[in-house]
Nanobody, 126 residues
Framework: QVQLVESGGGLVEPGGSLRLSCKAS????????MGWFRQAPGKEREFVAC????????YYTDSVKGRFTISRDNAKNGVSLQMNSLKPEDTAVYFC???????????????????WGQGTQVTVSS
């Protein structure tokens, strides 16, 4: 059983930066594919970014390309999401997700992921 714990959320002004971390434990971690999703009030959970465990394969939703970076976090034994140039529309609860590797190059649907963290709030406001 894979357990995921997110950290690093908070309140930031527009244009600011935050770094989210996701610590993974349990299971064969090197066989995992990791994702970040977010959910704003009244909206469906949406894909943000995903990465192979090694970080060699990454994929982003268009709205965050060039601003967000998903990468391996060796210190946390997981993945991180560096978020720069934050906008008010980035405000949401951010979730870390994981699944074991399959045949696809990437996975951008919440249905594809079996394991989820509890979420961390990110608020972008002046």
């Amino acid at each position: 059983q894979v357990q995921l714990v997110e950290s690093g959320g908070g309140l930031v002004e527009p244009g600011g930066s935050l770094r989210l971390s996701c610590k993974a434990s349990g299971g064969a971690l090197s066989s995992l594919f990791m994702g970040w999703f977010r959910q704003a009030p009244g909206k469906e959970r949406e894909f943000v970014a995903c990465s192979s465990w090694s970080g060699s394969s990454t994929y982003y939703t268009d709205s965050v390309k060039g601003r967000f970076t998903i990468s391996r976090d060796n210190a946390k034994n997981g993945v991180s999401l560096q978020m720069n140039s934050l906008k008010p529309e980035d405000t949401a609860v951010y979730f870390c997700a994981a699944r074991f590797l399959g045949s696809s190059r990437y996975y951008d649907s919440a249905r594809d992921y079996a394991y989820w963290g509890q979420g961390t709030q990110v608020t972008v406001s002046s």
